[in-house]
């Protein structure tokens, strides 16, 4: 089977400010402790693929690389050493409102953001009834951005990128946002997609979400992967651990930490 999505041998540095002071240079430099949020490497020796057609799910506590990751899939992070290969055409949802404006209209941030995407203006047009429709945001298309709420930002992102002519689909987290009515209507529309032949790959927090929507993934501690195979076991594994760590971070069941 084709993949979609390749990633081989993938690293990418942080660049840590060490500043140099009188007692450093006459006791030289300590070597730093890798932590979750100050290491040296944002990601290290990180591979896998993705075949067409399939999800495929990235979990791992905060801090863990999971967005760097994504960012280097989408292009707007540059990868140290490695090689990232994509078949087909990307649409991504890394961060809420990014691709939009405050100042302009639902209508008009469809139009910004599916340019973006690479949509074609009378592509665009053609499709909007169908994204306006799917957001449910009725009247308030017409009003500014700035105006709207996280889940009605999150609704008008989703529904442009899912109308979208797109082969693979980057989600972070988004979908932990908006009603569950709302979350449920996506899932049915990542299935579809699914059924087009269409990839998708995933970071969630929530691992009854990313068991239920990906077949396989990955998890990253400290910019490493330290498991991998079929979603429902990675994050039942994953779970096992954060409860041995930190029994209250898994208070709450199948949803992990927060």
């Given at each position: 089977m084709t993949h979609a999505v390749l990633c081989e041998d993938l690293w990418k540095t942080y660049q840590r400010h060490r500043p140099l002071g009188v007692k450093t240079l006459l006791l030289g430099a300590d070597t730093p402790r890798d932590t979750r949020f100050a290491r040296e490497w944002a990601l290290a020796e990180v591979g896998f693929q993705v075949p067409r057609g399939r999800s495929f799910g990235v979990i791992g506590a905060n801090g863990s690389g999971k967005t760097t990751l994504l960012s280097i899939l989408l292009g707007t992070v540059q990868?140290?050493?490695?090689?990232?290969?994509?078949?087909?055409?990307?649409?991504?949802?890394?961060?809420?409102?990014?691709?939009?404006?405050?100042?302009?209209?639902?209508?008009?941030?469809?139009?910004?953001?599916?340019?973006?995407?690479?949509?074609?203006?009378?592509?665009i047009r053609r499709r909007f009834e169908n994204i306006a429709e799917f957001s449910e945001l009725e009247g308030a298309i017409e009003q500014p951005l700035r105006t709207y709420s996280a889940g009605m930002i999150a609704r008008l992102g989703f529904s442009t990128i899912i109308h979208s002519p797109a082969d693979?689909?980057?989600?972070?987290?988004?979908?932990?946002?908006?009603?569950?009515?709302?979350?449920?209507?996506?899932?049915?529309?990542?299935?579809?997609?699914?059924?087009?032949?269409g990839t998708l790959v995933i970071v969630s927090h929530n691992l009854k979400e990313v068991t239920e929507v990906c077949d396989e993934g990955i998890c990253l501690d400290l910019g490493r992967v330290v498991d991998t195979g079929p979603m429902t076991g990675v994050a039942a594994r994953y779970q096992e651990r954060v409860a041995a760590t930190d029994p209250a971070k898994v208070k709450g069941g199948a949803h992990g930490q927060r």
């Open positions: 990868e140290d050493r490695g090689r990232v290969n994509l078949n087909g055409r990307v649409a991504s949802l890394l961060e809420l409102g990014a691709g939009f404006h405050g100042d302009l209209t639902g209508r008009e941030n469809v139009f910004l953001y599916g340019s973006i995407l690479g949509m074609r203006l009378a592509e693979i689909l980057l989600i972070d987290e988004v979908l932990a946002v908006g009603d569950a009515s709302f979350q449920d209507k996506c899932h049915r529309a990542l299935r579809e997609f699914r059924a087009r032949s």
